[in-house]
């Protein structure tokens, strides 16, 4: 981002949509990113080396030959067997795609972090990294690679732990839910930071669109909306914690005469959001993996959370 001159009013972008903030009091700091970037290129050498143990042309394929066999030992699998231009499920599971039973049974509680880096086709993998560079790129840039990268890990944690207390007969990967953790960490960003915005129903409309929009794409069969889910809770609350500005005219607190001065370097409306926010998120995160080492089901508990997942239609079903 740019930097502004102290006093001007500066202008930012949330998913799409131009809001504006009080470049005094909001600017700290600009960050120079690196770290979504490296994101990036991990996640592009995580699916290069997906292809490359993959193999295909080495595999006997009863639904078809390869795809771009002219790639070799890179070709893609048969597009009926996955039409998103990637490996088998057998390989995404060699190489640490998250999937129930292997992780409360056999004790690899590191595919909870495993899967985050994983993509199930050149296709996913695209749309994924493009969403990161415009959604992530801008949050470093604000706020630093710290925060961001605790902000990402934690989400795309948070949405694999959901994802397999929900989803027990199929594999999951993809960096989906710690991207959605980065859109629910803006949402709260724009509501504990309220009071320095202008502007801010616009912004706040756009960005509940955009997600609506993300999570509604969920519904359809084959995308794991729980990971989703529970990146975007994980990333909504994180950002209530991380992502926390000083008030208005806490910054030139000493250029003010005595009686205009701000006391305090927070509003009272934004330490209780972050205390209640932290509370939830450790309160979410421990009885999650609770459960989920304890071998429950989470349909038990919600037989109608399957349909945030898939909703069947005559054009579709939801079964494996």
């Known amino acids: 981002m740019a930097d502004v001159e102290p006093g001007t009013v500066g202008k930012r972008q949330a998913g799409g949509g131009a809001y504006y903030f009080e470049t005094a009091e909001a600017e700290e700091r600009s960050w120079r990113s690196w770290l979504v970037p490296f994101f990036l290129v991990a996640c592009v050498a995580v699916f290069l080396a997906e292809m490359y143990v993959n193999n295909c042309p080495s595999h006997p394929h009863p639904l078809g030959s390869c795809t771009a066999r002219f790639l070799h030992r890179f070709s893609f699998q048969p597009v009926h067997e996955n039409p998103l231009l990637g490996p088998s499920s057998s390989t ?8 129930w039973n292997r992780v409360v049974h056999q004790n690899q509680g590191w595919r909870l972090l495993s899967c985050i880096w994983l993509h199930a086709g050149l296709i996913h993998l695209l749309a ?10 801008r949050l470093e840039q604000q706020f630093g690679f710290v925060r961001i990268g605790i902000i990402y890990i934690l989400s795309g944690f948070g949405g694999a732990v959901l994802s397999a207390l929900l989803l027990r007969n199929t594999i999951s990967v993809g960096a989906s839910g710690a991207l959605f953790g980065l859109l629910g960490s803006m949402l709260s960003e724009l509501i504990i930071n309220w009071t320095i915005y202008s502007n801010r129903i616009a912004a706040i409309l756009t960005l509940l669109i955009i997600i609506v929009i993300n999570l509604g794409i969920g519904l359809f069969p084959h995308v794991d909306n729980f990971a989703h889910i529970g990146g975007f809770l994980s990333g909504f609350l994180l950002g209530f914690v991380l992502l926390i500005r000083p008030q208005f005219g806490w910054m030139e607190r000493h250029d003010l005469p005595p009686s205009a001065q701000v006391t305090s370097k927070y509003k009272v409306y934004q330490y209780v959001l972050w205390v209640v926010a932290l509370l939830l998120l450790l ?3 421990v009885v999650g993996l609770v459960m989920l080492f304890r071998g429950v089901n989470g349909n038990d508990h919600c037989r109608w959370c399957h349909y945030l997942n898939c909703v069947p239609t005559s054009g579709w079903s939801c079964e494996n």
């Open 128 to 137: 994924n990294m493009l969403s990161l560079l415009f959604v992530g790129i």
């Open 92 to 99: 995404l599971t060699k190489m640490g795609a998250l999937e």
């Open 283 to 285: 309160a979410g995160f």
